[in-house]
């Protein structure tokens, strides 16, 4: 039985990752461009400051989001799905498919050598390092904007690219439960019949709610085995 996080993980990166997924770059000022991609020994101690900013910001961006388009969410699936909204491999995604195209050429060249946004041709399979250096500028450009137009344009801008990222995580959360249960009350069943206790209570198994296995048929498949 695969994890949870890395379930929602590949179902964020997978849905990122599809034609019709589109994001626009936060529009900076020219001034902050000029301060973020600004040599290293210039710009690494402040970047790396509004890395953390950055990074705190989205992590409190995330919950607010969670909160409110999930209001009866229960505090187990906030906390699974933001930590994989929060992560390094969906900062990076999230950075290559922004469209970085309205920036002047100097900001487009300098982005697209570091694998930033839809015109950069980042490499299909990334390093660790190479990940997290991705990540890490999605952060920083995160803190800039933030001290730039404030905490409610930040949310707003946040929400245009994460509400559909909310409902698929919603949804691989949910799928993932229904399967635990059903696969619990087989087993359950199984070790019933191994023992010699009771045939398989197929009142307990009907009651699981099916919501979503119609479309797996290793499910079905399970279930005719057992009756």
């Not at 009350?185 to 019949?193: D, H, K, M, Q, Y």
């Not at 009651?207 to 499910?219: D, P």
Request: overall charge neutral.
């Amino acid at each position: 039985m695969a994890p949870l996080y890395p379930a929602i993980q590949k179902s964020i990166i997978t849905a990122i990752s599809q034609p019709q997924f589109s994001a626009a770059l936060p529009p900076l000022s020219d001034a902050a461009w000029a301060k973020l991609l600004a040599p290293y020994d210039r710009s690494h101690d402040e970047n790396e400051r509004l890395e953390f900013l950055g990074d705190a910001l989205m992590y409190a961006t995330i919950g607010r989001m969670l909160y409110a388009q999930i209001p009866d969410g229960t505090p187990n699936l906030y906390t699974n799905v933001r930590a994989a909204l929060h992560s390094n491999a969906t900062f990076s995604h999230l950075a290559e498919k922004l469209d970085i195209l309205a920036v002047s050429s100097s900001v487009l060249r300098a982005l697209t050598i570091r694998n930033f946004g839809e015109a950069a041709a980042a490499p299909i399979l990334k390093t660790k390092p190479e990940i997290k250096a991705t990540a890490d500028l999605f952060e920083t450009v995160i803190g800039a904007y933030y001290l730039e137009r404030g905490f409610e344009a930040l949310c707003e801008w946040v929400k245009e690219i994460y509400r559909p990222l909310i409902s698929v995580a919603q949804k691989t959360y949910i799928e993932w439960y229904e399967f635990c249960s059903v696969f619990n009350a087989l087993s359950s069943a199984t070790t019933g019949i191994v023992q010699g206790r009771s045939a398989i209570d197929m009142t307990r198994i009907q009651n699981i709610s099916y919501t979503g296995l119609t479309r797996n048929r290793e499910y079905w498949s399970a279930m005719r085995y057992a009756r």
